[in-house]
């Protein structure tokens, strides 16, 4: 057998039915198993399992598309107008992750915002052309279907939530209040149901009877209601800007009927005047556009501060995923005022600043290039004869999306959902237009060989993707054995967890807390100092890991401070100064200034203790332990 021809592992027919329909179950798995789940054993992150699983998707179903093309001895590319805006943008995050203030945070994503760093950026970009290769007509309605059915699973799950009747008992109960689902974040939830109301809308043009159109009417119906329950302002306002897209394309296209048109606006009337009587979401509505509502408030000092950082990183911004920590540098005494001394901001709750203060303005035109080659293309493609209800439902979709990321910021799911919706509205756009296809032969490949190593790459893909959710099962362990007070078996497993994933500052801060407790159950002293020793050496280590991080520096002083105290030592100079770099990184961090005060006060300088706690009280109006302290001193100098 000549080994440098392809050799088809089964019968070419065979071969080509069994990978297709499993490149097209995985995706279509993959679009109901990302908005459903929910991790209970993790660490505050509802996206740490979703973006596993979306990078575990990406994997297999690109295995697929490579066993398919190996056994076929061709790569059928399809080409989109997308691809090459797609891979500027990759470029140029690639490069502004190489230059970032730190690079693994860069590369890997935050702990809790998995959306924003570059690796998670090129698995979305995988499911988009992942979705363009194996999408066609049957695959895009079944598609929909589903993901209207999960809509259904997730509207529901909110409105019991409301209700006060939680289905997880693990589940904090909100009765009340706003509603998250399976999303983890009333935003996250309210922007994934802006995101599907189109595909209900043109679901409703699908069947001619009244009796048909029941249930879409139904799902509409629930959708709306938990949108109303997510208070989500900016997700009202990308469902808004979808409704008038869809009709405009309705109307545009000439496939407008009367009878869905009244039951779509009967239905948004009768949600909108039920929300009226909700005073939660008649203050929110009210509220939208006003300069004094603290959460606007906020935000538009945070946009200040968003400015700043582009403004000192002008070309490839700070790094993809680093404005949680850039962000503190820049931030305004306004902005700490508004949003709380303990507040800040993982996001620029705006795309465009967000790209533009992470990739700096050579990342913010990538990201534009996308964003008009869509659009243009879009609009161009709508405005075809063969335009239909489900096409113009597609591209609301999108918009819903692009308009609450004007005000909020993306998920793990809406990510998703933008590739996977993406990816099926240029497939078949193409499929309208001459096929754009171009065949890449992999004659010259032995078979055999090249599936053996498509497949073991994926397997150690999927182990690494892995690693970050054994790392926080590892934390999960260490927090029990913590609470059952074994401290040295919490420590171990607090250390396990950061050799894993060393870039979780939740797991450094667990350790020093694990640290701080033991010492205050040990009664020798000898005991005390041998903790505190290893206490120092996890906070100098934290520092290292991430030296961009204020907390980092603040926990160190804090330990500092123990050893002062506890273990014998004098190392209030040296807190101080760990004080002092965190206030370089965060010049209003309200506990930094907070240590500060404390350091003047074991030194006896009353004076700088109560100006530090004035200045304290006047970034932070509501800290109670400003307020009595500064009462304390006053009192003493009386």
């Known amino acids: 057998m000549n080994t440098n021809t392809s050799v088809s592992i089964v019968q070419p027919g065979l071969a080509e039915t069994l990978l297709r329909g499993a490149g097209e179950a995985a995706l279509l798995t993959l679009s109901a198993a990302v908005p459903l789940a929910v991790g209970f054993s993790l660490n505050d992150s509802f996206d740490l399992p979703k973006m596993t699983i979306v990078a575990f998707g990406a994997i297999f179903v690109a295995a697929v598309a490579a066993v398919r093309a190996l056994s076929a001895g061709k790569l059928i590319w399809r080409s989109t107008p997308l691809d090459v805006p797609l891979v500027g943008l990759l470029a140029v995050s690639l490069v502004a992750a190489l230059l970032s203030i730190h690079r693994p945070i860069s590369f890997f994503g935050q702990y809790r915002e998995y959306a924003f760093?570059?690796?998670?950026?090129?698995?979305?970009?995988?499911?988009?052309?992942?979705?363009?290769?194996?999408?066609?007509?049957?695959?895009?309605?079944?598609?929909?279907?589903?993901?209207?059915?999960?809509?259904?699973?997730?509207?529901?799950?909110?409105?019991?939530?409301?209700?006060?009747?939680?289905?997880?008992?693990?589940?904090?109960?909100?009765?009340?209040?706003?509603?998250?689902?399976?999303?983890?974040?009333?935003?996250?939830?309210?922007?994934?149901?802006?995101?599907?109301?189109?595909?209900?809308?043109?679901?409703?043009?699908?069947?001619?009877?009244?009796?048909?159109?029941?249930?879409?009417?139904?799902?509409?119906?629930?959708?709306?209601?938990?949108?109303?329950?997510?208070?989500?302002?900016?997700?009202?306002?990308?469902?808004?800007?979808?409704?008038?897209i869809y009709l405009f394309g309705l109307v545009r296209s000439r496939h407008e009927d009367r009878r869905v048109l009244s039951v779509l606006a009967g239905l948004v009337l009768v949600v909108m005047f039920w929300a009226a009587f909700i005073p939660t979401a008649r203050a929110r509505f009210l509220s939208i556009f006003s300069l004094k509502d603290t959460s606007n408030h906020a935000r538009m000092a945070g946009w200040a501060g968003g400015w700043e950082m582009l403004r000192a990183n002008r070309w490839f911004g700070t790094g993809p995923d680093t404005y949680v920590f850039s962000f503190r540098t820049y931030k305004n005494i306004v902005y700490t005022r508004a949003a709380g001394g303990g507040v800040t901001q993982a996001h620029a709750h705006n795309d465009l600043l967000q790209w533009a203060a992470t990739t700096g303005l050579i990342g913010l035109g990538g990201y534009l290039w996308v964003i008009v080659v869509a659009a243009v293309v879009v609009w161009k493609g709508l405005l075809l004869p063969g335009a239909a209800p489900r096409d113009w439902a597609l591209a609301g979709s999108l918009a819903a999306l692009f308009i609450q990321n004007i005000f909020n910021f993306s998920s793990v799911t809406t990510c998703f959902l933008t590739a996977f919706l993406g990816g099926m509205w240029f497939s078949t756009f193409a499929r309208r237009r001459p096929p754009n296809e171009k065949p890449i032969p992999l004659?010259?490949?032995?078979?055999?060989?090249?599936?053996?190593?498509?497949?073991?790459?994926?397997?150690?893909l999927m182990l690494f993707v892995l690693q970050p959710v054994r790392a926080d099962a590892m934390m999960r362990r260490a927090e029990t054995l913590r609470d059952e007070q074994k401290w040295e078996s919490a420590v171990r497993s607090y250390e396990q967890a950061i050799s894993m994933n060393p870039m979780v500052d939740e797991y450094h801060a667990g350790l020093l807390e694990t640290y701080r407790r033991a010492v205050q159950g040990q009664t020798f002293p000898e005991g005390r100092r041998v903790l505190l020793a290893a206490a120092l050496q996890g906070a100098e280590r934290r520092v290292r890991m991430i030296p961009c991080n204020p907390d980092a520096y603040n926990a160190l002083g804090v330990v500092q401070m123990w050893l002062s105290q506890a273990g014998g030592e004098n190392r209030e100079t040296t807190a101080l100064e760990s004080f002092t770099q965190a206030l370089r990184l965060d010049p209003t961090y309200v506990e930094a200034w907070s240590n500060c005060a404390r350091v003047m006060h074991l030194r006896g300088d009353f004076k700088t203790e109560a100006k530090i706690w004035r200045y304290v009280l006047d970034m932070d109006p509501k800290n109670a332990t400003a307020r009595r302290l500064l009462a304390g001193l006053a009192g003493a100098e009386q």
């Not at 053996?452 to 790459?457: E, F, G, I, P, Y």
Request: glycine letters at 10%; hydrophobic letters at 55%; charged letters at 10%.
């Open 443 to 460: 004659g010259l490949w032995p078979a055999r060989g090249a599936v053996t190593l498509v497949l073991a790459s994926s397997a150690v």
């Open 117 to 244: 760093g570059w690796l998670p950026l090129l698995a979305f970009c995988a499911v988009y052309w992942l979705t363009v290769h194996f999408a066609t007509d049957v695959f895009v309605g079944r598609a929909e279907a589903l993901l209207r059915g999960v809509g259904h699973l997730v509207a529901g799950y909110a409105i019991l939530q409301y209700a006060g009747w939680e289905i997880f008992p693990q589940m904090p109960s909100i009765k009340n209040g706003r509603a998250w689902a399976t999303l983890g974040n009333p935003v996250y939830l309210g922007a994934f149901l802006a995101m599907l109301l189109p595909l209900y809308w043109s679901a409703l043009h699908g069947h001619s009877t009244i009796r048909k159109r029941f249930w879409p009417a139904a799902g509409l119906l629930l959708a709306l209601s938990a949108l109303v329950l997510t208070f989500s302002r900016s997700a009202w306002l990308g469902a808004a800007g979808a409704l008038g």
